[in-house]
């Protein structure tokens, strides 16, 4: 009886229209029209524009992406990705709605961007490193943040007097509810991620010394640098540099483009 009831319910009234099915497949008008109305297309658009720029001058560099290079990316990726057989690797592209050659086609992408990087400014890194090598100083932070001078103060005097921790008031007193989990831990940060005001009284302070309330927009601030770590032209700062160089490079490419 109950079945039966519940049938009644659900069946489509004579008197309502039918609803027609709701379809998977998307036309590109449609897509357009999305990335209108939520304003994303400007950004495409950008990006679209930027690798046309790229495509460009690797092509008046005679810079080319060899089968066996891509092939090395993708073997890359699949282990990144844990697509150890053929078969998931199909599963995967399908599941991301796109075909092996889109695949390729997108690493083809990266690693031209890659090349081109390196052809137009890997010689520029060691210099920019010596001009900018302040900014890559870098310093193992913790710091609490509070609302008011007066709170601040006290906190600060506490630690100086040893009543507190520095990381026990930061687990108490911060006001961001991760970093008081961290115990105020920020990590490693580079001096040019850094706020200049903070910036200059941090690495003007003594490892392992509380400094005094400093005041910002955000709050007023209680320092702490466990260790400083001299700048160095590691890895990643290599890339780092190739890559802010490479997007500058990019971004003045793209407004003469759009100005023409």
């Known amino acids: 009886m109950i079945f039966t009831q519940l049938d009644n319910d659900m069946a489509p009234s004579s008197n309502s229209p039918i609803q027609p099915a709701l379809s998977s497949s998307i036309q590109p008008d449609e897509i357009v029209g999305f990335l ?3 304003l994303l297309l400007k950004d495409i658009r950008q ?4 690798q046309r720029i790229i495509d460009q001058a ?4 005679e810079i080319t992406i060899a089968p066996e290079e891509i092939q090395a ?14 078969a998931e690797t199909l599963a995967w592209l399908t599941e991301q709605q796109i075909t092996v050659e889109d695949w390729e086609a997108g690493i083809r992408d990266r690693l031209l961007s890659e090349k081109l990087k390196q052809e137009l400014f890997g010689h520029q890194v ?3 490193f010596a001009q900018s090598r302040l900014d890559f100083e870098q310093v193992l932070l913790y710091q609490i943040i509070v609302p008011y001078e007066k709170t601040a ?3 600060f005097y506490q630690i100086e007097e040893r009543e507190i921790s520095f990381y026990e008031a930061a687990h108490v007193y911060d006001i961001d509810e991760q970093r008081r989990h961290q115990c105020g831990y920020e990590g490693v940060v580079y001096r040019s991620g850094l706020k200049p005001t903070l910036a200059a009284v941090i690495f003007g302070a003594t490892a392992g010394v509380a400094i005094p309330p400093v005041q910002t927009e955000g709050g007023f601030h209680l320092l702490l640098a466990e260790e400083f770590i001299p700048a160095q032209l590691t890895p990643e700062v290599r890339q780092h540099i190739l890559n802010r160089l490479f997007q500058e490079w990019l971004l003045g ?3 003469y483009l759009l100005h023409q």
């Open 253 to 255: 490419e793209l407004n």
């Open 73 to 86: 990316e993708a073997d890359r990726l699949r282990l990144e990705f844990r697509l150890e057989r053929a």
């Open 153 to 155: 103060r006290e906190i």
């Open 58 to 61: 690797a092509r008046s560099r």
């Open 36 to 38: 209108k109305k939520n």
């Open 126 to 128: 060691e210099s920019f």
């Open 47 to 50: 990006r679209i524009l930027c």
